[in-house]
């Protein structure tokens, strides 16, 4: 399984960018996609997760702001990101969960087992 995100890049605060997560193929046993963000020195963090049914989950700080979505016809997961802020400024990675993963630790990284490379979002005020 590998994972390929794109779509960073340098914004002024109340900007938007859309992330993009090309996947290989998806596991038999995943549940759900996920993107989490780190920013330097700080642990990183779930952003929001996809399910394959698509249930979405977001963390708080984003919820009205950024969407989650899924295109099953090219194996793609979107992050659309609104209103940018400058503490949106990290490394956004996308990841698919692994087998048995518990929806809601959603937001834990070891509840993931492919990862994809990152991508920057800096977002300047």
Known sequence: VQLQA???GLVQAGGSLRLSCAIS????DYDGIGWFRQAPGKEREGV?????LGITDYLDS??????ISRDNT??????????LK?????V???????????RRRWFEPSQYEYWGQGTQ???SS
């Not at 193929?25 to 038999?28: C, I, N, S, T, Y």
């Not at 929001?48 to 394959?52: E, L, M, P, V």
């Open 86 to 90: 400058p503490e949106d400024t990290a």
């Open 62 to 67: 984003v919820k009205g702001r950024f969407t």
């Open 6 to 8: 794109s779509g960073g």
């Open 74 to 83: 090219n194996n793609t997961v979107y992050l659309q990101m609104d209103s």
């Open 121 to 123: 979002v800096t977002v």
């Open 48 to 52: 929001s997760r996809i399910s394959k």
């Open 92 to 102: 956004y990675y996308c990841a698919v969960d692994r087998d048995k993963a518990v």
């Open 25 to 28: 193929r998806f596991p038999l």
